[in-house]
């Protein structure tokens, strides 16, 4: 039973920073470069965002309830490993629900961010939000790994 649950701990953690490091430096760059405008690569790029927060969120609950349920102790959810699950997963939130909504109204509110001015106070709202975003997403990595480290230090691999 404990190997199913540390399988589902670095399982969950894998899956996270795949997706996370695949949207984006293989999707987004993608899309952008591919599709015909900017305005469908970023919609192609905003429903991969959702579904990888969505996704990312259900696997960090599942490495702190798989930790949890393998160490029988709530004191193995402050160690540093998984403090740097619940630091993703609050980037993760913050991203979604505080950043992406606004992102997604600018959108609404410029009609098509192709065709928006380039001095436009709106566009360069989007462009700030849009770089605290990349700055979340490149948190939730580099937290990412640090707790895969962490995680196999802990497992004794290679000892």
């Known amino acids: 039973m404990m190997n199913w649950l540390r399988t589902v701990e670095f399982l969950g953690l894998s899956l996270w920073l795949g997706s996370d490091v695949f949207l984006s430096f293989v999707m987004a760059p993608g899309a952008f470069r591919i599709l015909a405008s900017r305005d469908q690569a970023g919609a192609m790029v905003g429903y991969g965002l959702w579904w990888m927060h969505m ?4 696997c960090g609950v599942a490495i702190l309830l798989a930790r ?3 160490t029988r102790t709530f004191a193995s959810l402050a160690t ?3 403090l740097c699950v619940v630091l993703m997963i609050l980037l993760t939130v913050v991203s979604q629900h505080a950043v992406s909504p606004k992102m997604a109204a600018l959108r609404v509110q410029m009609g098509s961010i192709q065709a928006t001015a380039a001095d436009s106070p709106l566009l360069a709202e989007f462009g700030r939000l849009h770089r605290i ?14 707790a895969l480290y962490l995680m196999v230090k802990d497992s004794g691999v290679g000892n």
């Open 55 to 58: 996704i990312g969120v259900l």
């Open 68 to 70: 949890l349920l393998r």
């Open 80 to 82: 540093p490993a998984a």
């Open 133 to 146: 975003s990349a700055s979340l997403e490149g948190g939730v990595i580099l937290a990412g790994l640090a």
